[in-house]
């Protein structure tokens, strides 16, 4: 259970060391949009990714070019989705959530919250952890595609024309 062959060890220094440089390639090749948290399905490819590197290194009966294969897979994939989502509204609309307002102007948008299975603790945490001390410093809370929460200041001047289109709906 401790023990480790020289064999093992060099097959996972350099399969790991190929599988990295393989995955560092990839991913320069199909640009910054690939490891993007923007939705779940962004999330979902960048740790399946990561499960993969660590099968190819763990797992001895999965040979380099195998992982190199499964990289390409879920980079290529993840590249055709978002290129079919740039171009075309409903598969864009098919792929990715809205984002919904949550907090507008003092209320919390409760049928919104429902629909969403948010609940008013979690809107406090996302205000606490952008540093606001009261719910007066805040415009407005809007959940975002990728699931996190987007907290608006309350200051004079502050631009909400994004905000405001989403409490249509």
């Not at 093992?8 to 990295?20: E, N, W």
């Not at 320069?28 to 690939?34: D, E, L, M, P, W």
């Not at 299975?117 to 410093?137: D, H, M, P, T, Y």
């Amino acid at each position: 259970m401790f023990e480790i062959t020289w064999d093992s060890f060099t097959r996972i220094v350099t399969v790991g060391f190929l599988a990295y440089i393989g995955l560092v390639f990839f991913l320069r090749i199909s640009g910054k949009r690939t490891l993007t948290k923007l939705n779940a399905f962004d999330l979902v490819v960048t740790v399946a990714l990561g499960s993969t590197l660590a099968t190819i290194l763990l797992n001895s009966q999965i040979s380099l070019l195998e992982g190199l294969t499964a990289f390409a897979l879920l980079i290529g994939g993840q590249y055709v989705i978002t290129y079919l989502a740039v171009r075309s509204k409903s598969f864009n609309k098919f792929i990715k959530s809205e984002p919904r307002l949550l907090y507008l102007n003092g209320q919390f948008l409760e049928d919104t919250m429902q629909k969403e299975r948010i609940n008013r603790v979690e809107i406090l945490q996302a205000i606490r952890n952008q540093g606001k001390g009261s719910l007066e410093e805040v415009k407005a809370v809007v959940l975002e595609t990728d699931g996190s929460m987007s907290v608006i200041q309350g200051e004079p001047g502050n631009t909400l024309a994004n905000v405001q289109s989403l409490e249509k709906d």
